[in-house]
């Protein structure tokens, strides 16, 4: 298949801007108005969902396009509770399981449009998504919508494990 990026843009037609946000609150929000600056500024948009919290499209602009990807993998994959409490982990576990079904629906999308996407907006947790859309040469950028404060607690996890700090023990 010909990447994405060497197709030729739809004549006459507004580009379009694809977006995956992570499927939690903290996460869909920012995206979504990042969507709504990009549609105010005459780009289409589609925006990518899990089942898991998926966006409610009449709550949005006449012309977004959303597309879920997974609708056949068990919500309980895709949260973190119960045994699965361990956010990293589930950060993991919804790479996983969406990433399959993420290439099929980009694929889709790249060969129903008539030109290639501008670029697709993905949530930094979802390096899946990233590496799909590298394979298919769709341009990518991606959306930290953490706080800098949550970036510098990343950034102290190695040496708070170094320190035997992390994990908890005993708890």
Known sequence: MASAVNKAPASGGARRVLLFPLP???????????????????LRVTVFHS???????ARRPAGYRFVTVGASVPIAD??????????????LR???????????????LVLEEEG????LVVDSNLRGMQVVA????VPTLVLRT??????????????????GVLPPQGT
């Open 24 to 42: 939690f609150q903290g996460h869909i929000n920012p995206m979504l108005q990042l969507a709504a600056v990009l549609h105010a500024r005459g």
């Open 51 to 57: 089942a898991f919290n998926a966006p409610e499209p």
């Open 78 to 91: 895709l949260i973190p509770t119960g045994s699965h409490g361990n956010f990293a982990e589930a950060l």
């Open 94 to 108: 919804i790479n996983e399981r969406l990433e399959a079904p993420f290439e099929d629906s980009l694929r889709k």
């Open 116 to 119: 290639a996407p501008a670029c």
């Open 134 to 137: 590298h394979r298919l040469g």
């Open 146 to 163: 953490g706080a800098a404060a949550c970036l510098l607690a990343y950034m102290a996890f190695p040496a708070l494990c170094d320190k």
